[in-house]
C-alpha cells in the first residue's frame, strides 16, 4: 500500500524512460557526430524533467490513478524525441515543446474533479466544435509541410491539426449518446416490411454527427482519419449494444463506400493502386512505399543501429513513416518491441475501461483505448503495405504536435477515469 | 458490456499479431531478396556511397593525385592534376567510376583491408568508413615533362621503367577534368577529340616503322638475317634530287625515300644502316624471308594480340584486321616496315623498346604500386615478366642498332648529351589526305635503361623531328 501510495512502480517505469531517451541520444550523438555533447542530452535531460515533474504532480493530486499509462507514453515519447533528433535534429525542440505541453494537459486533464460529468453533459458542444474547427480548415486550412492537403489551422508559427482532436470529441459524444440510449440500441427494433432492423431513428443524431466527421474530412481527402473515425464509430457501437449487425452492417457500408471512392477519387483509385502494386511503378508512385519496405528489410533482425543506417531514403520518414525508420535502425526487435508497448499502452486502456465505475466512462475509456489500437494499426499496416497507406500519424512516435497533444489528453482522460474508479476524487 | 469490450480488445491484438508476423516476413523472410536488388536500392546505395571517406590516389613520392573531401557527412572527389584523369579515372556517383578509381574501388572504398575491429569502432564512433590509399607507378616530374613536351597536339606519351614495368608517365591528349566531369559530360560526349579516351592504352594507330623493330629482332634471332649482313641498293633521284629505290614484290612497287645520307648510285649498307635509315625495301625483303608465319608469331611474343595486363581498361594491338590477310606477298612486306594492317597502342610500342631495353623480356606493364591501409601495406605489386619476346643475345645487337639510329639516323633528335639513347622512329601513313602520324620508341640510356618511351603526335609529320623531341624531354626528366 506504501508503495502504491507514492507511486513506485511509476517512478521506476518512468527512470526506464529516462535511461531509453538519455541512451538514445547519446547514441544519436555519437553514430553522427562521433562525440556525446552536454547539448546533445538536452532532449533527454528535458523528457526526464517532465516524466518526473509529472509524477509528482500525479502523485500529489492522483494517488489512485494507473501507473502504467503515463510511463508507458513516456517511453514511446522517448523513441519519438529519439526519432525526431535522428532524422530532423532542427526539428527535436518542437517535438519536445508538443511534448511538455502534451504532458500538461494530460496533467490537468487527470486531475479535473468534474471532468467526466462535465465531458457527458455537454457532448453535443464538444462535438460541433470539434467538427465546427474541421470545417475551418476547408476555408482558413494551410498545408505547412506541403503534403498537398490542408489539413491544419495555423496561429503564427504554430499550426494545429483539428481532425485529431475530432477523434477524441467524436468518442466522447458517442460515449455520451449511447449511455443515454443504451436500451434501445441495444434491444429495439425497427420494422421495415419484413426485415426486423435496429432502431435506426434512434440512430439518427450520431449518424448525423458521424456523418458530417466523415463528409468533412473526405472532402479534405484525410483518408487515415477516415477510416479511424469509421472504426471508432463501430467500436463504441458495438461495445455500447453487443450487436454484431451494426458491425457487418458498417462494414458493408465501408466496402460500398470504398468501391465507390476508388472509382469516382483519382485520389483515392492512385492509393489503392500503388498498394496493389507498387513495384511497376518502383521510382514514381510506388518509390514511398518501396522505400519504407527497403528500410524494414535492410534492418533485418537487429537493425543497423541507431544513426547507422538511411532511413530518409523515405520520404516523410518522420511523420507518416517512423516504423520504418525504427525497422532499420532497430531491426524487428525494435519494431515488435515497440508493437509490444502499444499493446501494453491497449491492455492497460482496456483494464481501465473494465474496472470503470459508470457506462459512460467504460465506453469512453474503452473508446479513446481502441482508437489509440486502431489508429497504431492503420499506419503500421500501412508502412508494411498490408493496407494502403494513409497520412496518419503513429501515437506518440510520430513528428507532429497535435497528434502528440491530443494523445497525451487520451492518456488524461484515462487516468482521471481510473482515479475516479478507484473511488478517489 | 464487458464481453463485447474484450471482444474488442481481442479483435485489436489479433490485428497486432498480423502486423508483427507481416513484419517478420519483410525484415526476415523477404530481408535478401530485397536487398539485393539494384534497382530498387540504389537510392540507398546513393546514401551509403556519399558518406564514404574514400581513400587517396597518390604518385610513387606520395603526392596527392586525388582525394575525397569530407563535408556534412558527404564526400566530394578532388583531383589534382587533370592530366593523369586517364590514369586515375573519374570517381562519380553518376556516371561511375574508371580507370584506378573503378579497378582499385574495393580497396579505395575500404571494402578490403580494413580490419573489422577498427571498422567496428570507428563506425559506432559516427566516424565515416575510411578507405585505403593507392600508391602508383606514376612520377610526376616525368608525368608533367611529358605532358608539357607534348604540348596541345593530340597525341599520347607513355613511359615505362623496362625491367619492372612500371608506368612512370602516362600522358593521352585531350584529356578531361575529371573534377568538372559531371557538368562536361555532353560536352565531353560530342567533343571530335574524344577526350574520354585514354589514347596511351586504347588508341589504335598504325605503328609505321617502329614496327621494324620488332622485324629486325625477328630475322635476328630466326637467323635470316646476320648483325653484318650488306644490302646493295640501285638508287635514282626523283625531280628534286632526292634519292629513291624501288623493288617489286609480288609485282607491287616498295618504294623507298627514306635513305637521306646517301648519294645516287650504288648503295652499300649494313643492317645497322638498313635500320637506322628505316629503309622500307630492306624490312621488305626480311619480311619475305620471315614469312607470314614467323612475322606474326613475334609480333606476339612482343605483346601482340594479347591485352596488355595492366589494371586499366587497354586494347590488344593488332597484326592484321583479317587472319587471310598476311597471306598475300605484298601485305607481308607491308606488316614487315609497319603499314599492312597493323594496329598498335602506344602502350604496346613502349613494352617493345622496353624488351630490347630488358634483355628480351616483356614486362608486365603495372600502374599501381602499393595499396596503404592505416595499418600499413595491404597490396604490394610484383613486378614480373609477360613475355619472352628474344633471347638476350638478340635484344643486344638490336639495341646497339637503336643506339646508332639514334647517334646518326633518323631518331638523332632524341640524342642527349653524355647519355646513349637508343632509338627508332616512325612516320605512319594514315589516309592519302591526311598528314602522317609522328611516332618515336626508345629508351635510355642504354647500358643500363632506366626508362622506355613510346610518343605519337597525331597528324604530325616526321616521327624524328616531331616525336623526337619530346621522347629527349621525357628520358630527361627521368634521368635528372
Redesign the interface.
Known sequence: MRANAWRLDELRLILAACLLAALGVSLVS??????VSPTSLLPAVVLAASLLIGWLWLRIRCGKADQVLFPLAGILSAMGIILVFRLEPDSSVHQLIWMVTGITLMLATASFPRLLGWLKRYKYTWMIAGIGLVALTLVFGVDPNGSGARLWLGFGENVFQPSEMLKVLLVVFLAGYVDDKREIISYGTYRLGPLQLPALPYLAPMLAMWGLSILLLLGQKDLGATFLLFAAFL?VL?????RLIYVWGGLAMFLVAAYGAYHVSNHVATRVDVWLNPWVD?DGKGYQI??S??A??????FGT?L??G?P??VPAVHTDFPLAAI?EEL??LG??GV?AL??LF??RG?KI??EARN?FS??LA?GVT?SV??QT?II??GN?K?IPLTGITLPFISYGGSSLVTNFIIVGLLLRISQESAGAP | MNKSIQNLATTIVVGFVIVAVTLGYWQVVRASDLTSDFRLNRYRLLEQEKRIARGRILDRSGGELAWTEMKDGVGTRVYSQPYLSHVTGFHSLMFGNTNVEQSFDAYLRGDVGVDPISALVSGALGQPPKGADVVLTIDSEIQRAAEEALGPAKGAVVAVEPRTGSVLAMVSHPYFDPNRLEKDWDKLKEDPGDPLLNRATQGLYVPGSTFKTITLAAALEEGVASPDEVFEFDMSTDNEGKPYHVEMVGGFPVVCANHGMTSPGKAVMTLSDVYAASCNVAFARLGLRLGPDRLAEYAKRFGFESTPPIEIPSEASHIASSPTFLQDRVAVASTAFGQGELLATPLQLALVAAAIANEGTVPTPHIVQEVRAARGLIFVSQPKPWKQAVSPETARIVKDMMVAGVRQGWASPASIEGVDVAGKTGTAEVRADETPHAWFIGFAPANDPKIAVAVIKENAGAGGTQAGPIAKKVMEAALR
Not at chain 1, 238 to 242: G, W
Not at chain 1, 296 to 301: D, L, M, P
Open positions: 555519437l553514430g553522427s557526430r562521433g562525440v467500436a458495438y461495445m455500447a449494444s453487443s518502383s518501396i522505400q519496405l527497403l524494414f528489410a535492410s534492418g533485418g533482425i543501429g544513426a547507422k538511411y530518409k531514403t525497422g531491426g524487428l519494431t515488435l508493437l502499444y499493446l491497449v491492455y482496456f475501461a473494465l457506462t467504460q465506453m474503452a481502441a489500437g486502431i494499426l503500421a499496416a508494411i498490408l
